[in-house]
Nanobody, 116 residues
Framework: DVQLQASGGGLVQAGGSLRLSCAASGFTFDDYAIGWLRQAPGKEREGVSCVSSSDGSANYADSVKGRFTISRDNAKNTVYLQMNSLKPEDTAVYYC?????????WGQGTLVTVSS
């Protein structure tokens, strides 16, 4: 079975840091771009960051550039999202996903709450 297991969320004060992990299984991890989306209460889902399958290149939403860093460890089938200088507006459920030309998969979310 395909699984994308997100973890690492929690409660943190503004200015703090968290590292989210997305552990994948059940598909050929190296062939998929892996990314993160988030959804805040009452808001649309928003793309946060994605790392490619080919060269590990990453892209970021403007709202997180310079604060968040995505990385992947293909040996561990895991993608990380290092989140620094967190702001209250980063509060959301964060979801990881896998995407390729053959389709994609979603994981369950992990809640990040940033207090002011």
């Amino acid at each position: 079975d395909v699984q994308l297991q997100a973890s690492g969320g929690g409660l943190v004060q503004a200015g703090g840091s968290l590292r989210l992990s997305c552990a994948a299984s059940g598909f050929t991890f190296d062939d998929y771009a892996i990314g993160w989306l988030r959804q805040a209460p009452g808001k649309e889902r928003e793309g946060v960051s994605c790392v490619s399958s080919s060269d590990g290149s990453a892209n970021y939403a403007d709202s997180v550039k310079g604060r968040f860093t995505i990385s992947r460890d293909n040996a561990k089938n895991t993608v990380y999202l290092q989140m620094n200088s967190l702001k209250p507006e980063d509060t959301a459920v964060y979801y990881c996903y896998a995407d390729s030309q053959w389709g994609g998969y979603w994981g369950q979310g992990t809640l990040v709450t940033v207090s002011s």
